[in-house]
């Protein structure tokens, strides 16, 4: 199906965040998620269903002031 | 000594983590500076791209605090979707809570910020917000529950100090149990240092190091400089006089002419 | 680094030695701050008083260079006759030169005070003068033979701070070759790393030491203050700008609302 | 003789600065003198004679700033 | 030249009529400054006390536009009571509205203030808030429907002037449509020049008239200096210049040494 | 009120004629400013040109006093023909002193300055000397016979104002007898009036009119400005107060929540 | 009844604010009335009914900053 | 002779400085004049002899601050 990853239209197979993460290529990366603008707790990642049109949002630690 | 949430700093200096010339610069100043707290932020990555592992496993080497931010963020919602997300990956309660109000003063939009900070504070943040040195607002964040308060010297990045002396004394006059702490604007190790002798608990420091021509050696120049102040306002500062009086007792002087 | 008469200072900071509560206090801000210099006077004194001694010999034991002022001297001829008997009795041909023009404000004369320095100069002294920002003067000191120049920041012991930060700023960008010391004014740590940050050499403190609640304690907060002002001197501090930026790159900043 | 030592009329019998000294108890004092308003350093005591009414100041090592 | 809801001010002179050390002064202070607006209150009289009718009288003889405020309120609620008692006592849709959030400074309760602001326009006010210089803050304000901003110079009565001149300027910038009034704090012409050298469009005066040794000569001294700094606005300041250039042109001068 | 030589001025301006866009402006300025004395100078004129010919027929339309300079006249000798040579063009004794000691800063030497006052007061000239503000500067003028005396604010030219307040209060207090006026620098009308509050006689201008982009509205509000400073010095002004107090009287306010 | 005026305990015969209005002097003053806390104009001072222990708040101009 | 008129070498012919002065054009003109670096005042221009090399400043009113 097709999801907005960070604002990118993107085409995916997976039909869990999870899943989705994986198949994304972040595998053990030090990333959080939020889906349709809220948050996703590592924890329900597997549990999360992804729709076709979800925005998903993966961020990772950066520099800060 | 007051504590930020518990904790006893090191030293009263806070370091932003961005701008600087390299990541072995930022390191440098960490290590040299003691800086104990390091503020940090989340951006969007591309799978695979591992770059936020990098720079985590820089931050993790420096043995400080992490005190992650909220930058950027315009509304309540994506603030409060931000901490989230920043209190997995950083595995910490703190938040520097910012809501930005205006894009180019980068000011806090006082309203979404307070009504944060209590969300926030409900769901187990501790809340280190990003303010002015308005009483009345800092009065609204500490009912919300904000045990920290960070007013702005002037706007980020401006490097001009302290524009409003008279608001910051004012706060630290009534709010003599909070940790008060100059973020944003200072831009030079005088201005940190009068902070602190206004009896405020540390600064907050970025552009100021990392823009600075040898960003190491400033932070450390900043890193005096607070100890300097905090020592000064401990040790009871002279008061100012109108009056010019002799340093030398004049009793005894031979007389010569 | 500038040298003074051919020394280099261990650290930018002079201490005066008068006001303290007591010598052991005096003594203890000196070890603790490491001012590397201590200013003395002469006074009188009679037959098997000996209170001098004492006095030289704690001097003595701080191990610093000793610089002797002509303080309370309102003439030329005063302040050559008091600076012959510094000389003889601290045995160090160096002098921190005051004629002092008005008995409120302790301000320099400067007629006499360019006077006294080609005098001195001449019968081999190496004068410190204490003197006004006012550049014309500066040159005829430097004219009459002084190698170091020691402008007032705001009147002795007034603790005002930087009166004329501008003047201050002429001085040091019209002598980029000889050391300059702001003397007398400065009340507190910001001030001092101000002078520093302006690209002076030193500062010479005593009152806001010496009448501080803690003067051990303050010696050491203002040791810190000039070096952190030294350091971000040489650093390269960032330019104030009238825009505020951003510390944290907006770039690739989660959407969340 | 009468002089004024620091400001004070004082009797000597002393006629050099040098005895003068000794006689008033200077003894090894770490000082400095003048007479007249004029410096006289330690190797001119000796040879300084004093006259009625001389202005002596005598001066040793005390604070300043 | 901005308006004040339709109205084109005679000057830019607004006063306060507390704190007189009489009625007849307060009245002459009017007359000699040709001030032309007042503002005035409310307070509880009892029956047969007809104090407030002989204030009237007083206030409907000077000729001038009358803005009553709401001081003393410290909640919503009260604001918009005492603004409907005030609309219909003084028979004018103009209200300076006052939500203080604090009995000491006396300053503006920032959220108060908007929502009483809006509440008020919705119900037919001309609202003149006064507020802090937070940029934030005046744009609620704008966006509830004020078209005057009145931001204080400095606390009320404190009469230190313009604590926060870059606060000030930023809200010139950024509401150029807007008429800004400096309320509060103002203590000398000085600060009331500077204010309208910044843009301002008037200033609003009351304590440093009131309590001068002569009322009368110094609020014509303030109405001569807002005219002045508006004047010198519109008449482009020069800029100022870190070099000294002379005055009198150097060129054909005699050769007399 | 203190007189100059023996004359009351009308107004607490003191113009300059130099670096206007033309004649016409230059005298407008003056008719609408109401300045009762303007500063001329003298330069080398060629056979038949007859430019100060025409220069001098305006200044005498003008109606104001005459004050000529010695600008640009680095010693002693240059400064007394100048003046010489002035009295006998313009037909007076009044001579503003410049003795400059630097072309950058155009300061003056207060070595030349004291000297050359001193002799031109022995021939008869009466000495507007423009100096620093030293305390001693100003007696040794004092002493050599001037009774006038004309600190600068900041360097000529600069606009920067008042660049040391504490020694301008100094000299007021100091010289109650002596007419003070603040010479050069000046930017702003804020500057002007805050040196008149100061208890200054007058202020000196020149560039910050002439350079205006419309020196006459300029002049206007500098004339404004002074006599709005020196309204408030005589009408006393409020002491400022670190605690705000209310401008509404709390008593008798309705109980509304 | 007993209502509160401005905040001192009141004793009125009058039924309506109007009435209590002129039995208490206020005759034609130029004031301003709120019962309860909330604002009641002219208008309505006639329809305006007051019960024991209302809370009457009669103010009138004063001077202000 | 040769002279130097406000810096520039100029011949002239008259030996006094008033004869310059009118030689040279300066006729009414509202000016004052030096002679090696003297002030010498209109009264005595008439007397004042000019030599070879003299310098001549003449100068007029101008704008000043």
Known sequence: MKIRLNGEATEIAAVTLAAALDELGYGE????????????PVSQRESTALADGDRVEVVAPMQGG | MRDFYGVTLKTPLMLG?????SPAIMGEAFKASGAGIATVSLRRE????RAGQAFWELIASLGTLVLPNTAGCYTVKEA??????????FDTNWIKLEVIGDADTLQPDVYGLVEAARILTEEGFEVFPYTTEDLIVCERL????CRVLMPWGSPIGSGLGLNNEYGLKTLRARFPEIPLVVDAGIG??????????????????????AKAGDPVAMACAFAQAVEAGAAAHTAD???PRDMATPSTPV???????
Chains 1, 4, 7, 8 share one sequence.
């Open chain 1, 29 to 40: 990366a030090k990333i959080a998620t939020a889906v349709n603008e809220d948050f996703v």
């Open chain 2, 17 to 21: 983590t961005a701008q600087y010339p």
């Open chain 2, 46 to 49: 591309a799978g695979g791209e």
């Open chain 2, 80 to 89: 409060i979707t931000t901490a989230h997300m920043a209190r997995e990956v």
């Open chain 2, 142 to 145: 500490v009912s919300a529950g």
């Open chain 2, 188 to 209: 030079a190790p005088s201005h940190a240092a009068k902070a602190m002798e206004l009896g405020f608990d540390a600064v907050l420091l970025n552009t100021a190091v």
């Open chain 2, 237 to 239: 500062l002279m008061e």
């Open chain 2, 251 to 257: 009793l005894g002087k031979a007389f010569l002419e």
